[in-house]
């Protein structure tokens, strides 16, 4: 053969090992086939690149391993790849894929929502708890009444031998909270307290106030307690807080339909006048002074009203039949008189 031919031949064989080279790496770049069924796949701590280009094929999301880590290297990549499990779906680019692992873009873990009302009861807590995580309401009940290890700073300050329905009664803070999905009640119920720890720690000069007022902060809750159960209107709060202060100062008994509702087994749409002789220590129409303890979890707004209360001659309230929520406040009792008078002669 003359050389010029074989020059040729060469040349020929060159241009398609070029050719099938260039269809490979082409070919290699192209998204698999799409699909609406995503793939879920797993980057593990100190994995390199070589074996995270392996999962992704061994999951279809690439068609070539050495083509991935090729652009890898051409584009600077792979450095910043986050651990985690990730979810893609057939279909996705090179630069999506890049971008996902980059971001840290990991699938959701499984999550339990469970929102805590203000002005719940330990009870009632237990009862969305349950409904929530599907165990038993009195678990939870039981960890409100004992919690040992679970309790935070602030619940030691109860007073030994207080006669209390449930020990942590308005010391589980009302919120929303996420939970992973087969969390234990006991992660639950610590993780309330410490919020409620948190929102306590970050009140200015909490424990210099209770100094100045000479109360404790189980006292303080419980006056929280009792504004939250009988205040809807935020402005009124304080002056609620103020109400309450003033019956103490005087050595009146506090008189709140509130407390006789926690001492019943049940709380009532109406109460009757035989209700408010139960028998409770938390029955404030028959004990003086404040009930042993809170009787629900306080708002922040509560725990702030009742930490500043508002200044007042009045020593009586009575709600309007308006549907306002708003109270009538009266100095004497025979201005209550009037106004509940006032108020039942108002309607909607």
């Known amino acids: ?27 290699g770049l192209q998204p ?16 390199g690149t070589s074996k995270i280009a392996q999962v992704l094929h061994q999951n279809g999301l690439i068609k070539n391993e050495a083509v991935f880590k090729g652009y890898l290297k051409w584009k600077h990549e792979g450095s910043r790849f986050q651990a985690g499990v990730y979810e893609a779906k057939p279909g996705i680019t090179f630069d999506e ?22 002005g719940y009861t330990v009870e009632q807590i237990a009862k969305k708890v349950s409904e929530a995580t599907g165990t038993a309401a009195e678990e939870f009940i039981k960890l409100a009444d004992h919690p ?17 329905k449930h020990a942590s009664e308005g010391y589980l803070f009302p919120d929303t909270y996420e939970f992973k999905k087969g969390t234990k009640d006991s992660d639950i119920f ?30 303080l809750l419980t006056i929280a307690s009792l504004v939250e159960r009988e205040v809807v209107v935020d402005e009124e709060r304080p002056l609620v807080a103020g109400v309450i202060y003033n ?12 407390t006789v509702q926690y001492a019943l087994p049940e709380p009532k749409e109406r109460l009757l006048y035989k209700d408010l002789k139960v028998e409770s220590p938390y029955n404030t129409y028959l004990h003086d002074g404040l009930p042993p303890g809170p009787i629900c979890s306080p708002s922040l707004a509560s ?20 549907g306002s929520h708003e109270h009538l406040f009266a100095k004497t009792y025979q201005e209550h008189l ?11």
């Open 1 to 27: 053969m003359k050389a010029g031919k074989v020059v040729l031949v060469i040349l020929v064989i060159l241009l398609l090992g070029a050719g099938g080279g260039a269809y490979y790496v082409w070919n």
């Open 32 to 47: 698999v086939k799409a699909s609406e069924q995503a793939v879920k796949f797993t980057v593990e701590s100190g994995m």
């Open 97 to 118: 894929l890049i971008a996902k692992l980059n971001s840290g873009e990991v699938v959701k873990e499984a999550m339990t929502r469970i929102t805590i009302p203000e």
């Open 148 to 164: 040992g290890s679970e309790a935070v700073a602030a619940f030691q300050e109860i007073p030994a031998g207080a006669k209390l």
């Open 190 to 219: 610590h993780r309330m307290m410490e919020q409620f720890q948190s929102k306590i720690d970050n009140i200015p000069d909490l424990q210099q106030k209770l100094k100045d007022r000479g109360m404790t902060l189980h006292e």
């Open 247 to 258: 019956r103490l100062d005087k050595k009146m008994k506090l008189e709140i339909d509130a």
């Open 303 to 322: 725990i702030e009203a009742a930490l500043s209360p508002k200044a007042s001659d009045y020593l009586y309230y009575v709600t309007k039949k308006d």
């Open 338 to 348: 009037k106004n509940i008078k006032k108020s039942n002669s108002t309607t909607k």
